[in-house]
């Protein structure tokens, strides 16, 4: 496990060299030599060795093995029997195979662009060249398709001769054709075919991008520079520490203390639950990061309590698993900040232009969506089908005294926004603090935080944002030559020239990303379409910060759409239900939220 370890150290190391810089800034005007940029290279390695722990656990976000991986990893879902078993076990193996390839070829094209570095021999901090943390991208590619391509075989010899020989030849293919000029149509028909035999979206990204540089006859370096530019990014390490900070609230009992505050403060009849259900699921995603950790964290909270205050169960299911994807919207959520240093955007304008919006979308739910309605039962029940105890009512004493309890948990946010609008930390710091405040709290006022418990949460922490590091370095790479091509130009002369209204075209906007967040991870959409569509939206007059709020909205939708749905997944594999089930009973919600989508658009 030493890419865990390693990339848990990355972690662990830029929360402290943060913390240090942000404590003797004022009193020394300097406190770890080029503080920002050893945070932002700490990040690289975050990322590199992140995505290699995500490989290992299954987490690595795939088109067909979405939901394997939401239900523990993708290597034992596939059927072992039968003709069938072995046409699945061939398809997967094509797919892992495209992404051995993919990651040899990606590793020489970063062994180019690190070589480059070793020759302008820039320092980083301390004496240490920069190209020694560089050097991390064409190790990890090169581990990334060893284990990869390793996959496609059981045997430990054919494992060995797999991972080997593909890496090797995906090497061999970018340094034979590197800066020639190549035939596209061959690769489009590959790039579609591995990914629908499940090939990690990087993977295919990562193709699609050298494919196209390929065609131009342009060097591969370039995508690599790309996958450097956004894993260095000043803002970008403001992302693993925000989702440690969540995910330590998750792994503790904070979720069950913020919980009881708001049943509390609600009520424990059905509308108190339901209103404490959606605002809680919501909050939490703000922090956690990925609404799937909030179904993981909430809905074993949520659901028992909803059963208990006689909400039928699909009702209940359908209602955790859409306000989960409405925290997107609330500071200090990943992908806010992550269209906010692609819209370039000021992070604490995108902060504030998110809380009336986010209110909106939860206000569209529990209206449009039904949840509210006099339909739902009001028998109180146990798990059991026996009448239970009748629910408690609002509370003043009860809500005081919970909010006491979970006084270190309601904080958090204090801490975190006040920091940064304050102008006390930059956002990589106020990351940083919210972290630290995070462990401090939890390991030492309540001493839920032993030190196994802390590994677990910086290792689960690196798989996330390595496996959303890797994919949006391919994607900007990708972004990158669409630019350079001329597309965003041509995009507002051929939207404009069918589309003359802008409220017609913000309908438009608003249903195309509902496709987009069916079909694409949220973070691989926000790194390839902001770039392309911002300009289109502001050839209409949108601003950038209300592009980036309505783009936001309607990709809350996505996390409830097939195939690339993940709350779908998360709350099929945490309640025991179909698939099916689950999507059927979010109906009503994904037309509330659109609903609610369009009225930010139109706003």
Not at 187 to 209: D, E, K, R
Not at 490 to 510: K, M, T
């Amino acid at each position: 496990q030493w890419d865990d370890g390693l990339a848990s150290a990355a972690l662990l190391l830029m929360m402290l060299v943060s913390l240090v810089e942000m404590a003797m800034r004022p009193l020394m005007g300097q406190g770890v030599e080029n503080a920002s940029i050893l945070v932002q290279h700490l990040g690289l390695v975050l990322a590199m060795f992140g995505a290699l722990a995500a490989e290992r656990h299954g987490h690595l976000s795939t088109l067909g093995g979405v939901g394997q991986a939401a239900a523990g990893g993708a290597d034992g879902a596939a059927g072992t029997g039968g003709a069938a078993g072995r046409v699945r076990r061939l398809v997967q193996a094509f797919g892992n195979a495209f992404a051995a390839l993919v990651c040899g070829a990606l590793a020489l094209a970063s062994w180019r662009f690190v070589a480059t570095e070793m020759e302008t021999a820039h320092k980083l901090a301390y004496g240490m060249p920069v190209w020694w943390v560089q050097a991390a991208m064409p190790l990890g590619f090169a581990v990334l398709g060893l284990k990869l391509g390793a996959r496609c075989a059981t045997a430990a010899v054919p494992k060995v001769l797999c991972g080997g020989g593909l890496t090797v030849a995906g090497w061999w293919l970018a340094h034979t054709w590197d800066g020639t000029s190549i035939t596209f149509w061959p690769a489009t028909v590959l790039l579609v075919a591995a990914l629908l035999a499940g090939s990690p979206v990087f993977a295919v990204l990562g193709g699609l991008a050298l494919a196209l540089f390929w065609q131009d006859g342009l060097p591969l370096a370039s995508v690599a520079l790309s996958h450097y530019q956004i894993t260095v990014n000043p803002s970008l390490p403001a992302l693993p520490l925000f989702t440690l900070a969540g995910l330590v609230f998750a792994r503790t009992g904070a979720a069950q203390r913020i919980g009881n505050l708001f049943v509390t403060l609600m009520g424990g009849g059905v509308h108190g639950t339901v209103l404490a259900t959606a605002v809680l699921c919501s909050l939490f995603t703000a922090f956690t990061g990925g609404s799937g950790v909030t179904i993981l964290a909430l809905g074993g909270l949520l659901l028992p309590l909803l059963r208990n205050a006689g909400y039928p169960e699909q009702r209940g299911i359908s209602l955790v698993t859409s306000a989960s994807a409405l925290g997107v919207l609330l500071a200090p959520s990943v992908p806010l900040i992550m269209v906010a240093i692609i819209a370039r955007v000021p992070i604490n304008t995108m902060f504030l232009a998110g809380l009336v919006p986010a209110a909106l979308m939860v206000l569209s739910l529990l209206a449009f969506g039904g949840y509210l309605g006099k339909s739902v039962a009001r028998v109180p029940v146990s798990a059991g089908g026996v009448a239970a105890v009748p629910p408690s009512r609002p509370s003043l004493q009860g809500a005081l005294a919970a909010a006491w309890l979970a006084k270190w948990e309601l904080l958090a946010p204090v801490v975190a926004i006040g920091s940064l609008v304050s102008g006390l930390a930059t956002p990589t710091e106020s990351a940083a603090l919210t972290a630290g405040y995070a462990i401090a709290t939890q390991a030492w006022a309540h001493r839920e935080l032993p030190w196994a418990r802390l590994r677990a949460c910086l290792g689960e922490s690196a798989q996330i944002i390595g496996g959303v590091l890797v994919i949006l370095g391919m994607a900007l790479g990708l972004t990158n030559y669409l630019i350079d091509a001329g597309i965003p130009d041509a995009a507002i002369e051929a939207v404009q020239g069918v589309i003359p209204d802008r409220n017609l075209f913000l309908l438009a906007l608003v249903l195309f990303l509902l496709l987009a967040g069916a079909l694409m991870e949220i973070y691989a959409a926000i790194v390839v379409l902001v770039p392309l569509l911002l300009p289109v939206a502001q050839s209409y007059g949108v601003d950038p910060v209300h592009f980036g709020i309505i783009f936001l909205a309607a990709m809350e939708m996505g996390f409830l759409c097939p195939p690339a749905g993940m709350n779908i997944y998360f709350a099929s594999a945490m309640f025991g239900k179909p698939i099916g089930y689950v999507a059927r009973s979010v109906l009503p919600a994904l037309l509330a939220i659109l609903l609610g989508t369009l009225l930010i658009a139109w706003w």
